[in-house]
């Protein structure tokens, strides 16, 4: 299994790493390696290789088109020159990935799947013909937001990458309904699609967290509390919800981020003081993926007031599901898959993409109905097919048929701990 990324954050890939191992298959978890040190790790019996990386052709820079592709135009540009990155994935990942000699190749997100089709045709060559790979897309290329250091030309070159590489998968596994419908269209050649909502398990959350975020705030029960988990990015719209404040009376916002210490995070607490509610504005830090849900159980509302972009549009995020099990009905914006989502399960209101007036009046409505949306709440989050649960039984369909084998069924357990547990001495590369 790869991923382009240090593993510390990203609860999906831990989760799916886990799930295929408690199916009795032997999984190894390749990521990069912090410091630059190679580190081995085991996590409920997965092994986490971490890679030291080079980044030279991403250094060397990339060639721009003489024409800049616009943001809304589907422009085919040469992957290998316009996200060189990918080929320092190559060159880091390919032999390692042959040398663990492996049956499947599960390749995270859009970054590693030269990776995956490199590392087949290597295995190939050595008389491994029956070895395959599957591309789980956590996102839609063609819709991705801009901001920061991405823009039209880097999201062109994601794509065509994507449009070379992604037909030659045995599978792929995807986040929502709606990105299945798209990634189906594009990539019809590929036998077999699965969607794995990117839900917490059932049991997640069992850890208990003194007070929780609420605590944290220093507000008592009766302050109404809304919180946003997860990163800070110009995208995902949080400054929507701190405009709308001034119109909340006595509502206060807590941003529990990954992104805590960033300036785009630390510029929502300016922005609250421009408008004289940086009073009612938390900036928190993160906690560790297994609290997530108790911290969060103590607020009142989850907020996801996301921009809109074609990969927002056809988003169910991580928070959203995270939400659920904590017991916290939604204030969403008006992407189609979470809008559709929070009204046919009538879990909380739905606001206009960046309209702070629209915004208020969501969140009014939601704390006037707070004890209906609750109990509407603690019903979905009763259900399998919402919790990661569901998602492990379709892993389990997909690697029965891409390996064309029976598997084992996995144990009902405990939310299972994704914690690293170093196993070697790091060495320097």
């Not at 937001?145 to 070159?157: F, M």
């Not at 009046?361 to 109905?369: I, K, P, Q, S, Y």
Request: one cysteine or more; proline letters at 7%.
């Amino acid at each position: 299994m790869l991923v382009g990324n240090q593993i510390t954050v990203d609860t999906r890939v831990r989760k799916t790493a886990v799930s295929v191992a408690r199916l009795g298959l032997d999984v190894t978890l390749l990521g990069t390696a912090p410091d630059n040190v190679r580190t081995v790790d085991m996590m409920a019996g997965v092994t986490v290789i971490r890679i030291p990386m080079q980044w030279r052709h991403r250094d060397e820079g990339r060639i721009e088109p003489a024409v800049p592709p616009q943001p809304d135009v589907e422009a085919v540009l040469p992957w290998r020159e316009t996200v060189p990155i990918a080929l320092d994935y190559l060159e880091a990942f390919v032999d390692e990935v042959v040398a663990l000699d492996p049956d499947v190749i599960h390749a995270h997100d859009v970054h590693m799947i030269p990776v995956a089709a490199a590392a087949v045709e290597a295995c190939r060559e050595r008389g491994r013909t029956a070895v395959r790979w599957v591309y789980d897309a956590h996102e839609f290329i063609a819709g991705l937001s801009l901001y920061g250091t991405r823009d039209a030309t880097e999201r062109a070159g994601w794509l065509d990458l994507e449009r070379e590489i992604a037909p030659l998968a045995d599978a792929i596994i995807t986040v929502s309904p709606v990105l299945e419908d798209e990634l189906r269209e594009r990539y019809g050649e590929v036998p077999t699609s699965v969607v794995t909502l990117n839900a917490p398990w059932q049991s997640e959350g069992t850890t208990e967290v003194d007070g929780g975020v609420r605590s944290a705030c220093g507000l008592d029960d009766a302050v109404p509390l809304l919180v946003y988990s997860g990163v800070v990015t110009p995208a995902r719209g949080v400054e929507t919800i701190i405009d709308a404040l001034p119109a909340m009376n006595d509502v206060h916002v807590a941003v529990v981020s990954t992104t805590f210490a960033s300036r785009v995070t630390t510029s929502l607490g300016e922005r609250a003081a421009a408008l004289e509610v940086g009073d009612r504005v938390h900036l928190l830090p993160p906690v560790e993926p297994d609290r997530v849900i108790s911290y969060l159980r103590s607020a009142d509302i989850g907020l996801i007031p996301l921009k809109r972009f074609p990969s927002h549009d056809v988003a169910l995020t991580n928070k959203l599901f995270e939400y659920i099990h904590a017991g916290l009905p939604v204030v969403v914006s008006d992407c189609p898959a979470q809008q559709q989502f929070v009204r046919e399960h009538d879990i909380g209101a739905v606001h206009l993409s960046e309209d702070a007036t629209d915004a208020a009046l969501a969140v009014g409505e939601v704390l006037r109905r707070l004890v209906y949306y609750r109990e509407r709440i603690r019903t979905l989050r009763d259900e399998e097919r919402f919790s990661w649960q569901g998602a492990e039984a379709k892993l389990r369909d997909l690697y029965e048929d891409v390996l064309g084998m029976p598997l084992e069924q996995p144990s009902r357990v405990t939310y299972p701990q994704l914690t690293l547990h170093r196993v070697s001495v790091p060495m320097e590369n």
